[in-house]
T-cell receptor
Framework: SAVISQKPSRDICQRGTSLTIQCQVD?????MFWYRQQPGQSLTLIAT?????????ESGFVIDKFPISRPNLTFSTLTVSNMSPEDSSIYLC??????????FGEGSRLTVL | LAKTTQPISMDSYEGQEVNITCSHN???????ITWYQQFPSQGPRFIIQ???TKVTNEVASLFIPADRKSSTLSLPRVSLSDTAVYYC?????????????FGGGTRLMVKP
């Protein structure tokens, strides 16, 4: 199993600003994943963060808007840049176990005014 | 990747058995089926995973027919605390980047 901590748990942000979300895992993992969950919707994968290489982004997500860092095997950050109200969502960090089971953090709920 | 289809929502009453079916017509030979549960303000949580026939754990059972084009998550005697969204995912569990796509999920409401 894996325990994932995310910070902040929630925040209210002004339009045009940027916010960085931190994800800490209690064990070393090769791949970390960032998801977005808009209100009342399912989860959408933003990107895969591998340590030592650039993140791989899914269709519809770009590095300029969602830069990701992965400095070591237990930590990653996701920045939501130049925010607009449409970016109001829950952002979730996830890792995968050898069995394919995904473990998630509690999420970071962002509200953009 | 195999696409999944689930009912958008279901209602049940406490004490009843709930069966949620997921369709995955394009499932590949190496794909497994995994179910997650998500409560409000929490990340999804693993419930059960299977490849074929039947899998049972302390929380649920998973029924997979021979053609594997669908699967049914069975929750015995639900309680109010089982009210959540349930997601079915299909992919290769040992290929880390292969089982990451969430479908729409089924919103289960358990009533007293």
């Amino acid at each position: 199993s894996a325990v994932i901590s995310q910070k902040p748990s929630r925040d209210i942000c002004q339009r045009g600003t940027s916010l960085t979300i931190q994800c800490q895992v209690d064990s070393q993992v090769t791949m970390m994943f960032w998801y977005r969950q808009q209100p009342g919707q399912s989860l959408t994968l933003i990107a895969t963060a591998n340590q030592g290489s650039e993140a791989t982004y899914e269709s519809g997500f770009v590095i300029d808007k969602f830069p990701i860092s992965r400095p070591n095997l237990t930590f990653s950050t996701l920045t939501v840049s130049n925010m607009s109200p449409e970016d109001s969502s829950i952002y979730l960090c996830s890792v995968v176990a050898g069995t394919g089971e995904l473990f998630f953090g509690e999420g970071s709920r962002l509200t953009v005014l | 990747l195999a696409k999944t289809t689930q009912p958008i929502s279901m209602d049940s009453y406490e004490g009843q058995e709930v069966n949620i079916t997921c369709s995955h017509n394009n499932i590949a030979t190496n794909d497994y089926i995994t179910w997650y549960q998500q409560f409000p303000s929490q990340g999804p949580r693993f419930i059960i995973q299977g490849y074929k026939t039947k899998v049972t754990n302390e929380v649920a059972s998973l029924f997979i027919p021979a053609d594997r084009k669908s699967s049914t998550l069975s929750l015995p005697r639900v309680s109010l605390s089982d009210t959540a969204v349930y997601y079915c995912l299909v992919g290769e569990p040992y290929n880390a980047g292969n089982m990451l796509t969430f479908g729409g999920g089924t919103r289960l409401m358990v009533k007293p």
